[in-house]
Each structure stands twice: as C-alpha cells, then as structure tokens.
C-alpha cells in the first residue's frame, strides 16, 4: 500500500478510547481522573501496557511524563513528538487529553502493523498535570520539561487536601528517574477535541489553530471577621463573601471594559467556615484571563487588580493576591498548520483555521519546535463537562490528519 493510502483503524481507536473511559468513568457518562490519583494511575499503566504491546521504547521522567519512542532509520536524527494528556477535570468529559494520547498511539499502532518505519523516530507523549484543576497551574509536567517552570516549585504543588505533587507522583509509582528536560524535537503535533463551538457552526471537520490564546491564573485570598449572624449588626461586617462577590462581578464584566477579544473567569472559589449562621472570615477564588493579546491580558489584570484591592479596603477585608502562572499565546508554526489544512483537503475532509481558546501543552512544545494541533468537532461546543462527545468518525477523520502530518514531518531529512 502507498504511504497516501495509509489510513488508522478508526475502530480500535475507539475501542481504546473507551476502555480508557472506563477507567474513572462517572454515573452521567464523563470521566474523573485526576492528576495523581488511583485513576491516573490505572491509565496511565494501561498506555504502558498498549506502548510495550508495539514495542515503544517506554521511558518515564522524574515529573511522570510517559514517552513511548518508536524507532526511526536514522536515530540520530530529532523525532516528532505527538501527545497531550490523560488526566481530567472533575466530572470532566471522554475525550479532552486522551484523544490526543490515543491518537499517536494509534498511529504508531497503525505504522507497526505495516512494517513502516519513518526516517526519523517518532515520540508518543503523557504530559502529567495538563490539566491544573488539582494542582495548579496546568500544564504543570510540559512546562517543567520545556525548562520554562522550576521542577522543585513544581514537586511543591499542593492540592486542596495539603497533599504535594511529588509525594503523590511517588504513591502511584510513575516518578521516574529521567531528569525532565527538553531533548531536540523536530516538530510537535498535539491531537485534541475543539473544546468549543466553532467547527460545528462552520460545519467543518478539522480544525487547525494558527495558535492557542495566552492564559494568565490568578489566587485571590482574603481575610474577614467571623461572627454569629443573628446579633451581629450589618453595619461594620467584615464579610469576605460579599467583598468577594463584588470581584466576581469585576472580573466578568472586564471584557466589555476592555473592549472584548479576552475572557475573563472565576471557576474556584473555598469559602470559610461556609456555615449559613456564620459570617464568612477566609475565602480563596481563582482568576482565569485569556486573549491573544498578552498585553490586554496583562492590563485587563492590573485594573481588577486594583479594583479587588478598593472592594478589600472599603470592606476591612484583607486581600493577599498571588500572580500564579502566565504562559503566553502560542503562534503554531505556519508550515505545519498549513500542512495539516492541505492534508485535511487531500484526505477529502472539510477545514478551519481558527485559534485555540483551550489551553494545551502545545503552548510549550510552541518554544522549542515547530508546533501545530488538529481539532475535530466538539458536539454543541461543550467540554470539561460529562456531556463531552466527538463522533468517531471525526475521531478517525483526525487521526488520519495526524498520521499523515506526522508522517510529512518524519521523512524530513
Ligand atoms: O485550562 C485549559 O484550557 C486546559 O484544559 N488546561
Ligand atoms: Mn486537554
Ligand atoms: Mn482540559
């Protein structure tokens, strides 16, 4: 069969991605597998079994990224790396990350069976920590290996629980002993669902990003007064869910006071005692900014910066806020994104340039290699939620994208 001709079997990606489904799966049909835990765990040794299935070379760094190598005719040569991620959200969705760890796989699994082997070798990739909802930030093991964030200020991470990233990493077994930095790459693809609306309207199949917006995560901690809520007078509280309310709504209405192109989030908030017959004294909250406008980004903080600190003052709330993580927008590689678009055409499957809200640890490989992602449909736009769908036709239309952009990047000399 000629190269062009290859195509993946549609059917065991599926039939992966649902044994993988399996693995944390929630009574309305999503997913939890959170960073660290028993579910990571159980994933992440069933990608090792499947990679050892094929003969990958299999490899685990100190911060637990998985790399499965499949080797090229010349092994001197910089692989092209494909992966993404097989931790979730909370009641997160099937697809988010493990499609874009199944998808390489699948490839591999596909090449393998038909005795290809590529000029240069071929790296499949589990980045630990995509996703920053236990411990944040996100993308926590990718920007470790891109030497871009501290190893040991990431080993010191904690959950909500006071449990730390790198005691976790040892209980379930996967920190390896590779250190974990960056090694030369000629080109990184990152497989993944749209986590948005736009290839539905359009009625499109494949999405490819001309980059991912930048995301800037904000901890917001404040201070009040506890008191029993019957005797205490209203006037003279000190009550941080009030002061906290009002920031809520000064983050959400930054946009529109930005003039638009950013969004603006509060996802987390812990609010203490959070009893309803005491006056709140400490709550934490989180903010989400993204744009592709760093700047805007970066000036739409510092105005609600200094708003939270009036709120706090006016209030007698104490305001501790801790600028946690930027990364900045990623624009992909214009070769790359280009090849993907004309190979979607080639194949016969209708294509979008659009841009990446969803963060991903392509932001990263963005800094050290030539960079792109392929996008199918989210059904209605939803992700990081357990309604989360793609079909399985646009899950094979991708991997097929993938396989082919891959194998462009591979025969490079
Ligand atoms: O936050 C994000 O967009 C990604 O899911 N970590
Ligand atoms: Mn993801
Ligand atoms: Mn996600």
Redesign the pocket.
Known sequence: MELKDMRINGERLQQSLEEMAKIGATPAGGVQRLTLTDEDKQARDLLVKWMKEIDLEVTIDEMGNIFGKRAGKNNDLAPVMSGSHVDSQPKGGRF?GILGVMGPLEVMRTLHENNITTERPLVVVDWTN???SRFSP??LASGVWAEELDRDWAFDRTDINGKRFEDELIRIGYKGTLPCKQSPLHAYYEYHIEQGPMLEREGKIIGAPKGILC?HWYDIYLEGEANQVGPTPMEGRHDVLCAAAEMILKVNELPDRMGGNMVATVGEIQNYPNSRNIIPDKLHFTVDIRSWDDDLAINAWNKVAEDFRQIADRRGCPIKIEETWRVEHAPFSDKLVQGILDISSELGYSNLHMVSG???DASYMNHLAPTAMIFVPSIGGRS?VEVEETTWEDCTAGGNVLLHAMLRSANEK
């Open positions: 988010d995509e996703e920053g996100a993308m995301l969803a963060g991903h990081h």
